[in-house]
T-cell receptor, first 113, second 115 residues
Framework: QQQVKQSPQSLIVQKGGISIINCAYENTAFDYFPWYQQFPGKGPALLIAIRPDVSEKKEGRFTISFNKSAKQFSLHIMDSQPGDSATYFCAASKRRGDYKLSFGAGTTVTVRA | DADVTQTPRNRITKTGKRIMLECSQTKGHDRMYWYRQDPGLGLRLIYYSFDVKDINKGEISDGYSVSRQAQAKFSLSLESAIPNQTALYFC??????????????FGDGTRLSIL
């Protein structure tokens, strides 16, 4: 049973558009929420992460929005570029303890030129 | 050279065979993990190890075993492979760090097909 639910499964966006991926969790003990980016033939790599003491974190064109009361968080890719075409995974873990990551099912993003 | 190296990169084998997937790292990290990736299911944790003497089961450990031969090496075994173990397998490492979570660094995966 997946502890982190991710949607959509895939999305197609035009170059310059905004990609939005949503995740939801149930375990209120989670307090660390990273996003990983995976290109074909490669392993996932950390893209950006947020802790619940802030509602938003921005790094370049990538922004995480976090809603603690709704137990939801999302990744926004602004000005999407063809090089952003990849699979994105949200994840969650506890900040203390075993640090195990629970991953969402993944979203394949395709950016059309 | 890659910091986290998985061998082999691809493997095709038959039901009932014993398979070993190997992972080595040059990052000097204490923590190592094995995941499997299936379409629509994301990454699921099989086993993890926080140091050479510490091995823990993940959420889907049945049918798998691991060995932490050294700080830098962590191998995954399928004692008697079955077709539903066909998947993409990833090894990852992370630093112990202080004050909370550290990024996990993944290898490029082993694509395993069991006929």
């Amino acid at each position: 049973q997946q502890q982190v639910k991710q949607s959509p499964q895939s999305l197609i966006v035009q170059k310059g558009g905004i990609s939005i991926i949503n995740c939801a969790y149930e375990n209120t003990a989670f307090d660390y929420f990273p996003w990983y980016q995976q290109f074909p033939g490669k392993g996932p790599a950390l893209l950006i992460a947020i802790r619940p003491d802030v509602s938003e974190k921005k790094e370049g064109r990538f922004t995480i929005s976090f809603n603690k009361s709704a137990k939801q968080f999302s990744l926004h890719i602004m000005d999407s570029q063809p090089g952003d075409s990849a699979t994105y995974f949200c994840a969650a873990s506890k900040r203390r303890g075993d640090y195990k990551l629970s991953f969402g099912a993944g979203t394949t993003v395709t950016v059309r030129a | 050279d890659a910091d986290v190296t998985q061998t082999p990169r691809n493997r095709i084998t038959k039901t009932g065979k014993r398979i070993m997937l190997e992972c080595s790292q040059t990052k000097g990290h204490d923590r190592m993990y094995w995941y499997r990736q299936d379409p629509g299911l994301g990454l699921r944790l099989i086993y993890y190890s926080f140091d050479v003497k510490d091995i823990n089961k993940g959420e889907i450990s049945d049918g798998y075993s691991v060995s932490r031969q050294a700080q830098a090496k962590f191998s995954l075994s399928l004692e008697s492979a079955i077709p539903n173990q066909t998947a993409l397998y990833f090894c990852a490492t992370s630093d112990a760090g202080t004050g909370g979570n550290q990024p996990q660094h993944f290898g490029d995966g082993t694509r395993l097909s069991i006929l």
